[in-house]
């Protein structure tokens, strides 16, 4: 059903756990429908320094979730707001079409943290 | 790695012995029983030695209430919707439960765009049918009562005896879909007051493609697939002799082993639920404690979810299910745990182990050995996961 | 005593090479193609391949253009059924031959009973249908076409291209039931315009209890099944793993092998045809001599009938049929004999050889040998055989 | 699908034949649905001196035709009359079901050949 790097990301998590001092946080999804992530990041000068994810949900949505790190880290805010869910799928050699819909959140997450982060930078 | 399968109520393999006497009627006596010359008639009495051995079984009285289908979902329309559409002279009203299989609930929601009026009795927390509820929806325009033997994802068995009797005295059609039980727990459709009952070959390691439904002498069925006129013109089509023999062997071997068998997997599911329980928080069984398949745990794991450990069991060699097969693929939570009563939360971080004649205590241990790990990784991935778990 | 089985419509034996592919996915990789484990994982690669498999023999464009279902019979229902229901506010009216398998027959009776309206169109003595005739029933109400691609007891194929040209021309739903030809003759569903294509496993020595049904891309088609919404929704029930491996095994060793094995019958059969015409008196070809299945030889014999001849041959090792092993426990004669103009005594005295892959030369010339002793036995227990024959 | 019995008077029909100068001959069926049965009697001193048969049909209407001229000769006109259907099945070991309605009409033939030769007897 998988693919081997969706398999890869799954069983070895880049970038899992929270970071406490966020500078953004973002988080989609609905334990009620079975996905629920949330990406955490890190800001420095424009630049996502540091991107985390905690997710509960099936495996696509943790490998996702652990793509979207690995992609966004390091990309400028821009950068970051243009990856879209058919980048994560196909840097993990694609995703099987009922979870292209349903678990493939982790694009928005990200984006919703690089939301947050502008808002909270407005408020300051 | 070792490698343990339990997740039987999704496919079984074939026992050997099954597969040995297929092979005869696969390369050598291949006749049509409706032949007249030898090969016919070889194949005409194999036919019906086997629907002895499935009438014995189920506790039919007679073989020829024993009609041959391709499956447990097929048996199940042809009852359903065979009792409905030849009974829709005395009224249109089924009365069937919230937990039944998919296909029941798809063969009625077929039936309620054509007028039929279905009413689906509520469970309680441990699945269980209270056959009292199930008694006030009775009409006099009900023509049928479907109820399930043993729910394959949950475990729990009903109190279907006692339901029996209720249509029974009602002269309402009783049908039980019993493809998660047959050969699994002792069954008798004449003691048991059943009019139709739904069996699966595969579900008792027979071969696939194959099911029957025993049908009452007397009961009013309307055939689904119209042909040839076999199978007493009620499932149309030519003989799948390979696949009935193959299920009327693994009917007698079942009935011969059922109940040491049965020792011997209640041994490893308990086993495997105490084991479960005592060794990983936040764990929890459903369905019936004591009214439950031999061969079924369903376990509740909170904060994670139920595909994910799926992967993850299997990457260390453990292949189990989160439900129904059949609905994994809609992405859904089981409609079942649901139903008793669970948040959708809940329902997703369930389990189901069903094991098989194959499996050994050796298996338990491995699975309560990695299960552990597993589950605790997730539960460093899932942001729901309280805080002082993961110290 | 020789053994010669020539009732290969009635049934076939499974080649040892199908039974192989098919012994792995019985007893080792038993996964249920939606189940999300490995064992899941590969039973849906199988599953996809053998799909493949199938596609490729009957010209499908797309491997999901085919379901697969229990049998002839079935994909027949799925297809008739399926498509009149999901079309009836287009019309209700269906056109169909006077020599079709009884189920097709069955069906369209049972759909008559449900205000359809039914044309069947005359075939000439020796089997054809005449387009032109199926043109001049076509209706603004019309929404099926179907037509048999061969006719397993005559022999007979049918000018499938050239209706399918008419089908298509009047955007009507064009049905062919290819039971008895796939994997005997070559087919290309796509380029002889044909929206839905019926076969079964075991006519080309796969497993019983298997067929597809192909559906052409936009059909429109209602499901007979209701389930799990396996095939597309199209034909609920746990996929029969091992028995579609079978049929995809089945259908790749008859691409390959059919030119061969077309040409080495057809010498067989002609060999027959001549031999008999020529050594028994009174004897005639049913059926076209040229159209006709390579695998195929229908003949009559005056004056006496054939379950008799069926049985003399038996005795002597020889296994034949006397017409649809589905229709000969009505002892009806054949209605496709009838429809070719035969008379009722004639239709009875008619016998038909359907040859195998495993019949050589030699078994042509035990039959032969043996068969002229069996017709004159028969003929002198008989009255209506003329005095001078039998001197 | 028949028992032995069926099988033997099949493949080895007793009196088999006609009689050319036969008392009476019973004629039924019709070659139309499949089956027709000739019984020839000679008839001496009231009693069925010999019976024959000529058949066209399957092979319970051979074995059924060839069981009657055993069970009918020797027996009296009366006896002869009351041979019933069941009796040539039960003497055959029986017969498929489909068969007892279809095919079993050696009995009727033989009473028919008795009638004709009644009322040959009765012109005379
Ligand atoms: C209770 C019950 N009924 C019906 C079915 C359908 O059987 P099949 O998929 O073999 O047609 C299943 C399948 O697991 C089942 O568990
Ligand atoms: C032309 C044709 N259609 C349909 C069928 C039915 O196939 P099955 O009996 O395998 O369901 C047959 C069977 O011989 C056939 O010859």
Chains 1, 4 share one sequence.
Not at chain 2, 28 to 48: D, E, I, R, T, W
Not at chain 2, 261 to 276: A, F, N, S
Not at chain 2, 286 to 309: D, M, V, W
Not at chain 2, 332 to 351: I, N, R, T
Request: glycine content about 10%; some cysteine; charged content about 25%.
């Amino acid at each position: 059903m998988y693919t081997e790097r969706v398999m890869d990301h799954f069983m070895n998590p880049r970038n899992m756990g929270e970071i406490p001092d966020a500078d953004g946080v973002g988080t989609v999804g609905n334990p009620v429908c079975g996905d629920l992530m949330t990406v955490y990041i890190k800001v420095k000068d424009n630049r996502l320094k540091d991107v985390k994810f905690k997710t509960f949900g099936c495996g696509a949505a943790i490998a996702t979730s652990s793509m979207i790190t690995e992609l966004a880290k390091g990309k400028t805010l821009e950068e970051g707001l243009k990856i879209t869910r058919v980048d994560v799928a196909d840097n993990l050699g694609g995703l099987p079409p009922v979870k292209m819909h349903c678990s493939n959140l982790a694009a928005d997450a990200l984006h919703s943290a690089i939301e947050d982060f502008k808002k909270k930078e407005l408020k300051k | 790695m070792r490698r343990v399968y339990m997740d039987h109520a999704a496919g079984m393999p074939i026992d050997p012995r099954v597969f040995e006497v297929m092979k005869l009627y696969s390369l050598k006596s291949y006749g049509n029983p409706s032949s007249s010359h030898s090969f016919g008639v070889s194949a005409k009495s194999v036919l019906s030695e086997s629907r002895e051995r499935v009438a014995s079984l189920i506790g039919a009285e007679k073989p020829t209430e024993v009609i041959f289908t391709s499956g447990g979902t097929e048996s199940n329309n042809l009852a359903i919707k065979g009792v409905a559409y030849r009974n829709k002279d005395k009224g249109n009203h089924i009365i069937t439960t919230a937990i039944e299989h998919i296909s029941i609930i798809n063969i009625c929601k077929h039936l309620q765009k054509q007028g039929f009026q279905v009413s689906r009795i509520p469970v309680d927390n441990q699945g269980l049918v209270d056959p009292k509820k199930l008694k006030d929806e009775i009409t006099d325009k009900t023509i049928l009562i479907s109820v399930m033997y043993a729910n394959g994802e949950i475990g729990t068995t009903q109190p279907i005896r006692e339901i029996g009797k209720i249509a029974h005295e009602s002269q309402i059609n009783f049908h039980v879909d019993a493809v998660a039980a047959a050969g699994k727990v002792p069954i008798n459709a004449e003691e048991e007051n059943i009019d139709l009952l739904s069996i699966s070959s595969n579900d008792m390691y027979g071969p696939k493609g194959m099911g029957a439904l025993y049908i009452k002498k007397g009961t009013r069925v309307q055939p689904v697939v119209q042909g040839g006129g076999q199978e007493r013109g009620l499932r149309s089509g030519t003989e799948n002799i390979p696949g009935i023999v193959g299920m009327g062997k693994a009917a007698e071997i079942a009935q011969e082993e059922m109940e040491a068998e049965g020792k011997h997997l209640t041994k490893l599911r308990d086993t495997l639920i105490q084991g479960v329980l005592d060794t990983i928080g936040s764990s929890h069984l459903n369905g019936h404690p004591t009214n439950r398949l031999p061969n079924n745990a369903n376990l509740r794991f909170s904060y994670i979810e139920g595909e994910s450990l799926i992967l993850g069991l299997d990457m260390v060699g453990v292949q189990v299910s989160s439900g129904s097969a059949c609905t994994s693929k809609t992405l859904e939570p089981s409609h079942v745990l649901l139903a008793m009563g669970l948040a959708h939360e809940e329902a997703h971080g369930s389990l189901v182990f069903t094991m098989g004649k194959q499996n050994s205590e050796e298996d338990v241990e491995y699975v309560l050995e990695v299960l552990p790990g597993v589950v605790k990784r997730l539960r460093e991935i899932s942001p729901l996961t309280p805080k002082e778990m993961l110290r």
